[in-house]
């Protein structure tokens, strides 16, 4: 089957010339690293960030093998926390940019609208359940998240700011879903 990539990695490394470059490498929903398409056949060239796509951070270079699956917990509990964000309503309101995985037992989530949410590993429908409450209480405040830790389970701190200092953000292109195709 083909596999659709849900998220990216961007890692510098070093190129033929004494310089450094990004590889870009992009993960489907299991973990699985994906090869590199033919330059002709993607719309984004190859090695250019796909900005429709969440940048998963604190991934080494060693640890991606094209073909492979990723192995931390982290960063396979990304991984579900995009999937799972996916089926929520936040997924309307506000954008996943970036997820750093680079620290043990918590997820580091950074939006297109500035907010920095922190999630715990386990209980993800959960915690994606209070960010919209958390995030609705904030609208009838007229204020926006600047952060907030869900890995805390009582008295989650957040920090606000107002929703007029927050530039307005462009409204968000939805991602049109495609059929699966079987033997690709």
Request: proline share 9%.
């Amino acid at each position: 089957t083909e596999r659709e990539a849900v998220a990216q990695v961007n890692v510098p490394r070093a190129d033929g010339h004494g310089g450094v470059e990004v590889a870009v490498f992009q993960l489907d929903p299991d973990g699985f690293v994906m090869m590199p398409l033919d330059p002709r056949q993607t719309t984004v060239p190859l090695g250019q960030p796909n900005d429709s796509l969440p940048v998963l951070t604190g991934i080494g270079l060693n640890q991606l093998e094209p073909g492979r699956q990723l192995g931390t917990p982290q960063a396979l509990a990304a991984l579900r926390l995009i999937a799972e964000f996916g089926r929520t309503p936040m997924a309307g309101l506000v954008d996943l940019r970036r997820v750093d995985v680079g620290v043990a037992e918590v997820l580091t989530v950074t939006t297109g609208q500035g907010s920095e949410i922190t999630f715990s590993l386990q209980d993800l429908p959960r915690q994606l359940r209070r960010w919209r409450e958390i995030y609705d209480l904030g609208q009838r405040m007229h204020r926006s998240i600047a952060s907030l830790d869900l890995a805390v389970s009582n008295n989650i701190p957040a920090r606000w700011l107002e929703a007029d200092a927050v530039p307005p953000q462009p409204p968000k292109v939805q991602k049109t879903v495609r059929t699966k195709r079987k033997n690709v």
